[in-house]
C-alpha cells in the first residue's frame, strides 16, 4: 500500500467524486479510479459505493479514511521535522491584506497543532497582487483568492463564496433581495490599478470594463463606497460598516478561496500546507 495510493483515497473519500479528486490532485479520472479499484484489491474488500447517485463509503472505507487522515499526517509531521532539523523551519505565506477570512484563523490553529516547532512568516499585499509574492519568489505558499494567472504554480481550491454588490444602505438598489449585473450598469465601480492581474481585474468588474476611482487595498474600496456611492463587489458574510449592505449577485460565480504554490517545488512544509488547509476549511 503506497502512501500516494493512500493520498488518492483520502482525496476521493472527502469529494465522494472520482471527477473533482482528479481535478484537487491534478491527474485524469481513468488512472485515478484504476488506482482506487487496485487498492480495494490488495485489501480484498470494497472502500466504495458507486452508483448513478454518487460515490459512499462503505464501511471498510470509512475505517480506511480515518486510519489514512492519521498516517498521512505523521508523515507529514516527519517530513517536516526532518527538513527542520536540517535547516528549513520557516515559512513564508502570502496573504491578501485586511483579510476577515475567518478559515484563516482556523487554518492557523491547526498549523500550530501540527507543527509548533515552525516558524510561519506573513506577508501581506494589497488586491493588486493576487498571488500574494509567489511569482516574484517572495513567498513559499500564498492563501488568497482566485482567479489570477496561474502559469507555473499549482492551485488548490479550499471555499467557493458567493459574492454580492456592496451599496450604501441608502442606495434604492440597497433593498432588493438580490440583483444581478445587469442592474448596475452605468453604476461608478472601484477598480484596480493598471496593471493588475487582468483575470482578477475583469472578475472583480463583473467581467465589463468600468470607470471609477482605483484603489488598491479593501478598506479604501469601503471608503470608495461611503463617501462616493461607488459599486463594487465583495464575498458574501464579510464584516462591513453599517451604512453598508451587500446584495447577492445571482449571475456571478463565486470567488475561490485557494491555496497556491510554485509547481514543482518540493519542499516538505509546503505540501503539509496544503493537506492542513485542505481539512481546515472543510470542516
Known amino acids: 500500500m503506497e502512501l500516494r495510493t493512500l493520498r488518492y483515497f483520502v482525496a476521493v473519500a472527502e469529494e465522494l467524486h472520482f471527477g473533482r479528486a482528479a481535478a484537487r490532485l491534478h491527474m485524469s479520472q ?60 520557516t515559512l513564508t505565506v502570502g496573504m491578501l491584506g485586511d483579510s476577515t477570512d475567518r478559515g484563516a484563523t482556523k487554518l492557523a490553529a491547526a498549523y500550530r497543532r501540527h507543527h509548533p516547532g515552525i516558524e510561519v512568516r506573513i506577508r501581506e499585499t494589497d488586491l493588486t497582487d493576487p498571488a500574494c509574492g509567489l511569482h516574484a519568489g517572495l513567498v513559499d505558499i500564498a492563501l488568497t483568492r482566485a482567479p489570477f494567472d496561474e502559469t507555473g504554480l499549482t492551485v488548490h481550491e479550499l471555499r467557493a463564496d458567493p459574492v454580492g454588490a456592496v451599496l450604501r444602505a441608502d442606495d434604492p438598489l440597497a433593498r432588493r433581495g438580490r440583483l444581478e449585473l445587469a442592474d448596475l450598469a452605468g453604476r461608478r465601480w472601484f477598480r484596480f490599478p493598471e496593471g493588475t492581474d487582468p483575470l482578477w481585474q475583469s472578475y472583480w468588474n463583473g467581467g465589463e470594463p468600468r470607470e471609477g476611482p482605483v484603489v488598491r487595498g479593501v478598506q479604501e474600496c469601503v471608503q470608495a463606497v461611503l463617501w462616493n456611492g ?19 449577485l445571482a449571475d456571478m460565480a463565486p470567488s475561490r478561496v485557494v491555496v497556491a504554490a510554485n509547481e514543482g517545488d518540493t519542499n516538505p512544509l509546503i505540501g503539509s500546507f496544503v493537506r492542513i488547509a485542505t481539512a481546515a476549511y472543510r470542516h
Open 30 to 89: 481513468p488512472p485515478l479510479s484504476r488506482a482506487i479499484k487496485q487498492l480495494e484489491t490488495d485489501l480484498g474488500t470494497p472502500l466504495l459505493h458507486r452508483s448513478a447517485a454518487g460515490v459512499t463509503l462503505t464501511p471498510a472505507g470509512a475505517t480506511l479514511l480515518d486510519e489514512a487522515r492519521t498516517l498521512l499526517g505523521r508523515v507529514d509531521q516527519v517530513r517536516v521535522r526532518v527538513a527542520a532539523a536540517g535547516g528549513a523551519a
Open 230 to 248: 461607488t459599486v463594487g463587489m465583495t464575498p458574501l458574510g464579510h464584516d462591513l460598516p453599517e451604512e453598508l449592505t451587500v446584495v447577492p
